[in-house]
């Protein structure tokens, strides 16, 4: 598709090649009541995206009205997008939030996404502030920064707003792509301060039992192969069977279950032994988690993290450690027992999808990793945990 500058009328023209029924090139060609470059721009690139994707329902007034102009010069059927009764042109459908959630949500992209669970999380807080019908169209560089001022007022950490921040982005940055609209604002918006808010957490030993003590039966194991293992929470939740060779004391995850898309080896401590072989001698039928709740089922994040602040609240330790602390426990423990660092991060796993020199060029085995959790400590001292307040401006 070009766009062509006619000298003779003064207007612009849209010119594209498009195959036929017989399987012949047609040269079409529409000419647009418009005078500027960039009016007509805007139109070539609606007709562009409506054309390809063969979805006319996001089209403007004007690029709606030569495409209808379009199809009718060329004898073609309109489809039911572009017509609200034949012959008649329709008020064009606005491109809603909902909609365009659920056209970045279906992209490739981001169905091959291992957090695309964290989408839908992040959709949902923003679909509750704007509305699902609100126009994208109305979505400017102003109204991001007011989203993001909003969710820092309902006490949403800075990593949290800026999460949101990306994932509204990327919807903008698919449907850009797409063609569907001719700028991202949140290019325009400045990430959230995340200083407020960091934690600098450690976790004592006795106070983790005490916390332990006050959970339900069933998530107590889950609990404890957190603190001594140092794996997030959803690897631990979505452990199977197939993971786990009690023989070896070695949990093996591949890179689809790890969020640096890595695979890696996480050897069993000692003291967790008797949580695996108890849960091993109880599997349920047609069931390979390891750890499943009351009903036998996976239990969901939100709803463990519920059962830790429950716990937390009673033990009355302030301020309150998080589930994500114990595996910032893990790593000061493992630091203070004098882990070497390459193990460390091999075990622990972190965010960074490229491998770092030192790690690339390191072999270590499963004797390594297993004298490692078998020298390591975790009586280091009393709880500590410090949370950055960012000071108000007088």
Not at 163 to 189: C, G, H, Q, W, Y
Not at 287 to 300: I, K, M, S, T
Request: proline letters at 4%; aromatic letters at 8%.
């Amino acid at each position: 598709m070009s766009l062509q500058f006619r000298k003779d009328t003064g207007k612009w023209r849209v010119r594209f090649k498009r195959t036929g029924p017989d399987g012949n090139q047609e040269d079409i060609r529409v000419t647009l009541d418009v005078t500027s470059e960039r009016a007509a721009r805007k139109i070539e690139q609606a007709l562009m995206a409506a054309i390809k994707y063969k979805d006319y329902r996001y089209l403007d007034d004007e690029s709606r009205r030569v495409c209808i102009q379009l199809f009718n010069n060329r004898g073609w059927t309109l489809p039911p997008a572009l017509i609200t009764s034949v012959g008649h042109q329709g008020a064009a459908e606005e491109l809603t939030l909902v909609k365009a959630i659920d056209y970045c949500e279906t992209d490739p992209e981001v169905l091959d996404l291992k957090d695309s669970k964290r989408y839908e999380q992040c959709f949902a807080h923003v679909l509750a502030y704007w509305g699902e019908n609100f126009p994208v169209s109305y979505i400017k560089a102003r109204q991001i920064k007011e989203y993001m001022l909003t969710r820092k007022g309902q006490g949403a950490a800075g990593a949290t707003v800026n999460r949101e921040r990306s994932v509204l982005s990327k919807m903008f940055k698919v449907l850009l792509e797409a063609e569907l609209i001719d700028r991202n604002p949140v290019k325009d918006t400045k990430p959230a301060d995340e200083r407020e808010g960091q934690r600098d957490a450690y976790l004592s030993f006795t106070d983790f039992n005490k916390i332990v003590a006050e959970c339900s039966d069933w998530a107590k194991p889950i609990f404890r192969t957190l603190y001594f293992t140092g794996m997030r929470r959803g690897e631990v939740l979505n452990l199977t069977w197939d993971n786990v060779n009690l023989k070896k004391r070695i949990i093996t995850l591949d890179l689809n279950q790890t969020k640096e898309r890595r695979p890696k080896r996480v050897p069993i401590s000692r003291i967790l032994m008797p949580d695996f072989k108890k849960a091993n001698r109880v599997r349920r039928l047609f069931q390979d988690r390891v750890f499943l709740n009351n009903e036998g089922h996976a239990p969901h994040e939100d709803y463990l993290s519920r059962i830790w602040r429950t716990a937390v609240k009673a033990v009355g330790i302030n301020p309150r450690p998080t589930v994500h602390d114990l595996r910032h426990c893990w790593k000061t423990n493992a630091m203070r027992s004098r882990v070497h660092p390459a193990i460390a991060d091999a075990i622990v796993g972190h965010g960074d999808r490229l491998k770092d020199v030192r790690s690339r060029y390191l072999s270590i085995s499963d004797a390594d990793l297993l004298d490692a959790i078998d020298r390591m400590r975790f009586d280091f001292g009393d709880t500590d945990i410090r949370v950055t307040v960012r000071e108000k401006a007088e």
